[in-house]
Structures are given as C-alpha cells and as structure tokens.
C-alpha cells in the first residue's frame, strides 16, 4: 500500500495564516449591515435571508456550536416538530421532512441545525462562535441602536473586566431566545428609546406561533427582535418543541430590515 504524503506546514506559518486570515475578517465586520445576536433557529433563518439579500450579515454566538435549542429537541428527545408552511423553508435548506398528519411534519434536530447553518453560511452570512454580545452602540438625533460590544465568551466566563470591541450596524437582531437579552439591556440602558419587557406568558402553542411571527420586527430604531426573544417583549404564550414560527419569524424579520435599508 503506498503511504500517504501530506503537505508539511510549521507553527509559525499556521499561527500566522490563522491570525491573518481572522483578523482579516474582523477588521471587514466591525461595519456590519446586520448583526444577529444568537444563533439559533430564528438567528440562522434572519441570518440566511438577510445575507441572500446581499447584505453584510454576521451572527455572534456565544456557545461553539450554532442550534440554540434545536439541539435538545425536546426533553432531549432528537425529533421536532415543524407546521406549514415553514416546511417550505425547511425543503429550501433540503431538511428531510415526515408528514405526521396534514401540515405538520417531523425532522430529526441534529439534520436541521446542521443543515440551516450551513444554508446561513453558504448564503453568505459570518458564523462567530464563542462571542457574547453584551451591549449595544446607541446614537442620538435621532435616537437609534448602531451596533453591538463584543467580548469573548471565556473572558465573560472568567470575570475579568476585560473592555469589550464594537460592532456597528444597520440593523442589530436580538434572537437570543427566552431571554431576549439584547432587549433586557437595551431597556435598562436607554430607557428613552420606551423598550417594556413584561415577560413570556405560559404554553398556548395552537395560537402562539401566529403570534410570535406577525409581532416579530423592529422594537426600536435600528433594533429587531424574533424567535423566542418576541414572546418576551410581546407577552405571549410559549409554544414548546414546534419551530415554525421561529423560522418564519427569521423570515419576517430579514424582510422588515430588507425593506427598511432599501428605504433608508
Ligand atoms: C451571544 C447569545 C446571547 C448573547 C443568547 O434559544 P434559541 O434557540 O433562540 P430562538 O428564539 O432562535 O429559538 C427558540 C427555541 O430554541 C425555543 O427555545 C423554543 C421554540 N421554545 C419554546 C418553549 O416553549 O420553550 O437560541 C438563542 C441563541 C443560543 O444559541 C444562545 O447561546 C445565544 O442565542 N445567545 N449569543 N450573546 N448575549 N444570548
Ligand atoms: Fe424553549
């Protein structure tokens, strides 16, 4: 059997591509157009429409892995469940659907949070692991959100005071799920732009994935919200293990920031 040949490289030149090429990449994205803050279901699909769009798209995401909660399924079971017409997206990313009764299909966790990242990535947008957002940029005159302060997730975890880099956009996108901390901080932090967050109300999963998607959109000038993160500000019901409406709301979202950078 012939052995293999693999080409040889040393450290310093592996340490400097590395370096050369991240840095590279930061130095273009610290002038986003759209930040989504999250990378989960409802992050990736804001992500995977707006960077179809030609915009300038990067997702921090504080764990390495992308998914949020699409990993654990529900109760750590690997099936979801997913309604129309969300399974029309979920074709587009080529995700193996199983009809369970009329509109309402099963897909395996695992296959569609792989398969969405990589829709996300492939249609342009920047994945960035192991960033945690924790702050916004705002402006006044008129009053607007312009980005975001990032900080490594392992210097957030240590408890160092380590200042953090900014990120400016167009438009920030707070899909950081049940927390919605994008909104939490921005409220606390500036309270003229009138942010209430009253909290998510209790299952109600027949009517809550309408809900979550026709009130996802902008909560403030230069600020959007979707997922999981709208029940929060909007008071409504949680859903459970259904993802429909967290991508349709990724969906409607990219749609409003299309359309109001078109028109701005
Ligand atoms: C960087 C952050 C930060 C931060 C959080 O929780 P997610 O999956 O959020 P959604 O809204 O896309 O999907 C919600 C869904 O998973 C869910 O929980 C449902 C449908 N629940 C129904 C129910 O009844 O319980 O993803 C959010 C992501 C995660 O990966 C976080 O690690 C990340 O955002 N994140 N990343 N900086 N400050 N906060
Ligand atoms: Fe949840």
Redesign the pocket.
């Known amino acids: 059997m012939q052995s293999i040949r693999i080409k040889q490289v040393d450290e310093v030149k592996i340490s400097r591509y590395i370096l050369k090429y991240t840095f590279e990449d930061w130095y273009s994205l610290v002038d986003s157009d759209v930040v989504v803050?999250?990378?989960?279901?409802?992050?990736?699909?804001t992500a995977y429409f707006t960077a179809k769009a030609g915009l300038k798209t990067v997702v921090?995401?504080?764990?390495l892995?992308?998914?949020?909660?699409?990993g654990?399924g529900a109760m750590n079971f690997h099936k979801i469940v997913i309604e129309s017409p969300a399974d029309e997206l979920l074709r587009e990313w080529k995700v193996k659907l199983v009809e369970a009764e009329e509109g309402v299909f099963i897909v395996d966790a695992a296959e569609f949070m792989a398969k969405l990242g990589a829709a996300a990535i492939d249609a342009g947008a920047k994945v960035i692991h192991g960033?945690?957002?924790?702050d916004v940029i705002f402006r006044d005159k008129p009053l607007r959100v312009a980005g975001v302060a990032v900080e490594w997730?392992s210097t957030q975890m240590s408890g160092l005071h380590v200042d953090p880099l900014f990120v400016s956009a167009k438009a920030v996108v707070d899909?950081?799920?049940?927390?919605a901390?994008?909104l939490s901080v921005a409220s606390r932090k500036i309270p003229e732009l009138g942010i209430v967050i009253p909290g998510?109300k209790s299952?109600y999963?027949e009517v809550?994935e309408e809900l979550v998607v026709n009130n996802a959109g902008k909560v403030a000038e230069g600020l959007y919200t979707?997922?999981?993160?709208?029940?929060e500000v909007k008071s409504l019901p949680?859903?459970?293990?259904?993802?429909g409406?967290?991508v349709l709301?990724?969906k409607k979202v990219a749609e409003d920031i299309i359309n109001d950078l078109r028109n701005s």
């Open positions: 803050v999250g990378a989960g279901p409802s992050g990736l699909a921090f995401e504080r764990r892995s992308f998914g949020g909660g699409i654990g960033i945690n957002v924790d997730t899909a950081t799920g049940h927390d901390e994008i998510e299952a999963s809550a979707t997922g999981m993160a709208v029940c949680r859903m459970g293990p259904i993802f409406a967290m709301s990724g």
